[in-house]
């Protein structure tokens, strides 16, 4: 038995919705994953992009507001989680910014799950490539978030989400203890580091990726910026990730499930 774990940025409502939300679905339901983290979510009295896409799946659902929607005042736009179990708590909290007045958040919940209690942080970063000084005081207040919440003794914590940095930004080495800021330092595991990046294909990882037409048009380079991190496995192996894949990562009559790929991962559940 695996815990499996699914990050997906939604890129809100642009484009044809209704089109890609068929096809976000059907990625739903071929992969069927126990949790799920999106990112870029609409939310109001009338409208929950992520219920819309989970209608009738039996999915547990939070959502973290980042700030308004600028198309719509009457929209929030933030963060989901998905459990395929209870949520027991949740708490959310906004991160660090600048003075341009881009907001981000992050949604922490503790979900029931069969193998105990787990934790699930969902984020999303800034996005400007100059912006990594930001990011850099995102991930400290997003480390004290993960690890303040974790199970003692239980399930690794996960993180995941959009983080708008490459592998090799400070922002990300310092998430895996390859850097330290202000004098801290952590450590999780990339899951596409431990399980997926033995593909042989370069491109495989990349989760903004000029092969869609939505990323394309901005005129970006290639870059793997979606990630799922878990805190190091227990000493019998449970958390371990044994799979980890891109997916939502092809078209169909021109039309792709988001800008962004999704990251799947799956994570053992019982002891070696």
Not at 108 to 118: K, L
Not at 125 to 150: M, P, S, T, Y
Request: net charge negative.
């Amino acid at each position: 038995m695996t815990l499996s774990v699914l990050t997906q940025n939604l890129w809100h409502d642009m484009g044809p919705w209704p089109e890609r939300a068929k096809l976000l679905r059907q990625w739903l339901g071929s992969l069927s994953p126990d949790l799920i983290g999106f990112q870029e979510v609409l939310c109001g009295p009338e409208r929950d992009l992520a219920a819309e896409l989970l209608e009738d799946a039996g999915y547990h659902l939070e959502f973290a507001p980042a700030m308004r929607f600028w198309n719509d005042p009457r929209l929030e736009f933030g963060n989901s989680v998905a459990s395929r179990w209870p949520i027991l708590a949740r708490e959310s909290i906004p991160l660090p910014h600048g003075a341009d007045g881009e907001r981000r958040s992050a949604l922490c919940v503790t979900v029931d799950a069969p193998v105990g209690p787990v934790s699930l942080t969902c984020t999303h970063l800034n996005w400007k490539f100059q912006h990594g000084e930001i990011r850099e005081r995102q991930v400290v207040a997003l480390a004290d978030l993960v690890l303040r919440r974790r199970p003692k003794g239980g399930f690794p914590p996960l993180l995941v989400g959009d983080f708008n940095a490459e592998p090799d930004s400070a922002e990300i080495r310092f998430l895996t203890g390859l850097a330290s800021l202000g004098g801290r330092s952590v450590y999780f595991h990339d899951s596409w580091r431990v399980a997926g990046a033995r593909r042989a294909n370069p491109e495989a990882g990349f989760t903004w990726c000029n092969r869609n037409v939505y990323a394309r048009a901005n005129l970006e380079p290639d870059r793997r910026i979606d990630y799922i991190f878990t805190g190091f496995p227990k000493r019998d192996g449970v958390g371990l990730v044994e799979t980890c894949r891109v997916v939502c990562d092809g078209s169909e009559n021109g039309v792709w499930p988001s800008d962004h790929f999704g990251v799947y991962a799956e994570l053992r559940t019982t002891p070696l």
